[in-house]
């Protein structure tokens, strides 16, 4: 079978030493008849420009034994978000059905090549990927969030600070950010493994962004589930 190329391009997101560099397009060609669907990062994509992803294949098996754990070492200075036992806990709040295709969940290492097309997660065939993150919990961008990217981080938890020279930052709680892949991440690239019916990019996400609303951040409260705590102040009246 003729392989496929999935063209896409992350823009934005740099490694803290590298914020101030202009990332290359990484050009190459799927060698694989199956091709990602997804690779979610917070910074814009350009679709225009050549993309493959730097990432294990997992050849579909088909028989319906549920889904194993990979969890490859993260790499120097980077960490794993969650655990394999806080994906499976989580997987197993959904109906039975939505897992029936899922064969394999990796937690995927970072390499100097991943650092030029940095993303959370991603689908694959029958895989989902979840990326790690810079291990003091804080990203740098060279250039402005979308405004859909600056909303949806902030709703869970996720703080934005403007630098100088354009360049802009993420500071992530060790509470949101594991909210922010258990209930967003991981439910998004699930919900493109559920997708048989949409082909286009744009209604792609649009159908994953729709299923992790759903099943993710309002199924698990939604906004009151994550506002501040407010702290009560007692008030002592004199005798």
């Not at 560099?21 to 050549?50: C, F, I, M, W, Y």
């Not at 993260?74 to 994906?87: E, F, I, M, T």
Request: aromatic share 10%; with cysteine.
């Amino acid at each position: 079978m003729a392989a496929r190329s999935s063209r896409r391009d992350f823009k934005g997101k740099l490694p803290a030493r590298l914020t101030r560099r202009r990332n290359g397009a990484v050009s190459a060609q799927l060698t694989r008849d199956a091709r990602p669907k997804s690779r979610r990062g917070v910074a814009q994509r350009n679709e225009s420009l050549p993309f493959s992803p730097p990432e294990d294949w997992h050849e579909p098996t088909e028989a319906g034994n549920g889904y194993r754990v990979v969890v490859q070492s993260p790499g120097a200075g980077y960490r794993h978000v969650l655990s394999a036992k806080d994906v499976r806990e989580r997987l197993a709040d959904l109906p039975e059905f939505f897992l029936r295709d899922l064969e394999v969940v990796q937690f995927s290492r970072m390499t100097r090549k991943k650092q030029s097309l940095p993303c959370y997660g991603m689908q694959w065939g029958p895989a989902l990927y979840l990326y790690p993150i810079d291990e003091s919990l804080v990203e740098h961008f060279g250039r402005a969030p979308t405004p859909d990217i600056y909303n949806e981080s902030r709703m869970y938890g996720g703080r934005w600070h403007e630098l100088e020279g354009g360049a802009w930052s993420l500071t992530w709680s060790e509470s949101a950010i594991r909210d922010f892949y258990l209930n967003n991440i991981l439910i998004h690239e699930l919900g493109h493994l559920l997708d048989e019916r949409n082909t286009s990019y744009v209604d792609r996400e649009r159908y994953a962004e729709w299923f992790a609303t759903e099943f993710g951040y309002r199924r698990t409260g939604g906004a009151d589930a994550r506002r501040p705590k407010r702290k009560v102040r007692r008030r002592h009246h004199a005798l």
